[in-house]
């Protein structure tokens, strides 16, 4: 399994902007659907974002459409969520996640197709 390992997380104002990245440790990354969900304090952990082995798919969450940007870049290794207009409610700990076994145009959104999970990282906006 492909280890991941996320960063850029911290604390920033209501409707400011945070990028975060999730680098993998194999070359296989590209073989790898990728995933963001977040936990906050009291709650299950939920889908943010996804997209698929291609690239060419996305899943957002409701709650964050129009805010949040999820992309890869293969030759990196490396997958990114690009978070705007944060919001309090945004606040919790962020884990990217890798599946290996979907198709290449699908992005997964549940929980369970992830295989691969990295440690999060903590944001949190103040309002």
């Known amino acids: 399994q492909v280890q991941l390992v996320e960063s850029g997380g911290g604390l920033v104002q209501a409707r400011g902007s945070l990028r975060l990245s999730c680098t993998a440790s194999?070359?296989?990354?590209?073989?790898?659907?990728m995933g963001w969900f977040r936990q906050a304090p009291g709650k299950e952990r939920e889908i943010v974002a996804a997209?698929?082995?291609?690239?060419?798919?996305?899943y957002y969450a409701d709650s964050v459409k129009g805010r949040f940007t999820i992309s890869r870049d293969n030759a990196k290794n490396t997958a990114y969520l690009q978070m705007t207009s944060l919001q309090p409610e945004d606040t919790g700990v962020y884990y990217c996640?890798?599946?290996?076994?979907?198709?290449?145009?699908?992005?997964?959104?549940?929980?369970?197709?992830?295989?691969?999970w990295g440690q999060g990282t903590q944001v949190t906006v103040s309002s």
């Open positions: 997209i698929s082995r291609s690239g060419d798919n996305t």
């Open positions: 996640a890798g599946d290996p076994a979907s198709l290449y145009y699908y992005a997964p959104t549940a929980l369970n197709e992830y295989t691969s």
């Open positions: 194999a070359r296989t990354f590209s073989n790898y659907a």
